[in-house]
């Protein structure tokens, strides 16, 4: 009797958290264009709806299914293809809605994987990952020496306001395709969260911790991971598709190597650990690459030491990080460790301003000759020619990394008491 009673009051109360928690995903993909009016901010949105999706089918591999790939671009990049295609079909009178051209994407990128993934699912491990490569360089390749089909350089472009226009949505506007967008996104997070939660889900988990007993048990582990890999493609391909809508022209640069590592490295420094995790990391992907190339011209070489410090401090990512410190917040631990957590985060800004500056004066410096010996950064005026400002700020890197080891030992000593 009281295990029941039990079961009867904790089912509906996860079912009113699931449902707070998809409906408050669904009104901030609905409300974030009516507060970020701006057109580079629905552009953005629209960017990081597109990276939502193909983050969380990258996940699908790396996070669920532990397959490090390093080619994931060569699908939701067919996808894009594939969907441009269509689209010009449809300007010419295919009978077809606009709404519908990223399922044709994602269904092409399917069949691909149907035909590659046998081959490629076949190994784990370090081995995936280089077939992987290999076959995405082999794609590359190959756009470029078939420019029939590829378009050559110039690629393939298009026009998304093609063919009819139902409810008078021509998703000619930003807005209307934003939330076209927001539409698949939110479905395909859906879709891909309810995957993880079926026996095909759980099994994949049980690949990636233990191919041997999973196999001993009468599974076959390269037939799960193939089958996750074919559903994996298919997402990544609607992402495709999208894109190939929201920009209007596709290069064979969505094949590329880099586009296929910024997936790994967002959707591990996001949290690939948990569900949410590359849902983050998507966000910080389309910020980083949309705003700090504007920003500074060592823009990659921060991404760079932010993927090696998430490696080195935080190997579960953002999403790990926010879920410890609401635990942390839960049980009280931060009414004890509030002051020495707090030392250590001014240190962590004292020192990445050093480091930054550094780095900004090193940059400034080789362009010298053309801008100048003088840099303006953080409020101050740097003469990067002078001994000083490197001597400063050098001494400021030292005393926020000597900071940061202070709060180290004196979280220690709190976490003793």
Do not use: K
Request: hydrophobic share 55%; proline share 4%; net charge positive.
């Amino acid at each position: 009797m009281d295990q029941n009673r039990g079961l009867s009051v904790t089912q509906p109360a996860n079912s009113l958290s699931r449902l707070l928690v998809w409906g408050g995903y669904a009104l901030v993909l609905v409300l974030a264009p009516l507060l970020l009016t701006s057109s580079l901010s629905q552009s953005l949105l629209s960017q990081i709806g597109i990276a939502i999706i193909v983050c969380l089918s990258y996940n699908l591999l790396l996070g669920q299914g532990g397959m490090v790939s390093f080619g994931h671009a060569v699908y939701s990049g067919m996808g894009a293809f594939l969907a441009m295609h269509t689209l010009n079909r449809v300007s010419g009178g295919m009978p077809l809605p606009v709404s519908l051209v990223p399922l044709v994407g994602g269904l092409a990128s399917a069949l691909l994987a149907l035909l590659l993934g046998w081959v490629t699912t076949r190994r784990a491990g370090t081995s995936f990952a280089m077939i992987t490569f290999g076959m995405g360089e082999l794609i590359w390749a190959a756009a470029l020496v078939l420019p029939g089909f590829f378009g050559g350089e110039g690629g393939v472009s298009g026009n998304r306001v093609a063919g009819s226009a139902p409810l008078g949505l021509s998703f000619g506007p930003q807005i209307q395709l934003y939330y076209l967008i927001a539409a698949y996104t939110w479905v395909c997070t859906a879709l891909m969260y309810a995957l993880t939660r079926t026996p095909l889900g759980r099994m994949l988990n049980a690949v990636r911790d233990n191919p041997e007993r999973v196999a001993f048990i009468g599974y076959n582990p390269q037939r799960v991971r193939y089958m996750v890999f074919v559903i994996a493609a298919f997402f990544a391909g609607i992402a495709g598709g999208l894109s190939a809508l929201n920009y209007e022209i596709v290069s064979n640069e969505v094949f590329s190597g880099s586009r296929s590592g910024a997936y790994l490295l967002f959707t591990f420094v996001g949290g690939s650990t948990l569900f949410v995790g590359p849902i983050i990391g998507a966000v910080l992907m389309v910020l980083a690459f949309g705003l700090l190339p504007g920003l500074t011209p060592a823009w990659l070489l921060y991404l760079g030491v932010i993927f090696v410090g998430m490696v080195m401090l935080a190997p579960g990512g953002v999403a790990a990080l926010a879920l410890a410190a609401w635990r942390m917040a839960g049980q009280g631990t931060w009414a004890r460790q509030w002051a020495p957590r707090l030392l250590m985060l001014a240190a962590l800004v004292i020192a990445a301003s050093a480091f930054v500056t550094g780095v900004e004066m090193v940059y400034h410096l080789q362009q010298s000759d053309v801008s100048g010996p003088m840099l303006s950064m953080m409020g101050l005026t740097l003469d990067t020619r002078s001994p000083v400002s490197w001597i400063g700020c050098a001494v400021v890197g030292m005393s926020g990394l000597a900071l940061w080891l202070a709060g180290q030992r004196w979280l220690a000593q709190e976490g003793r008491v």
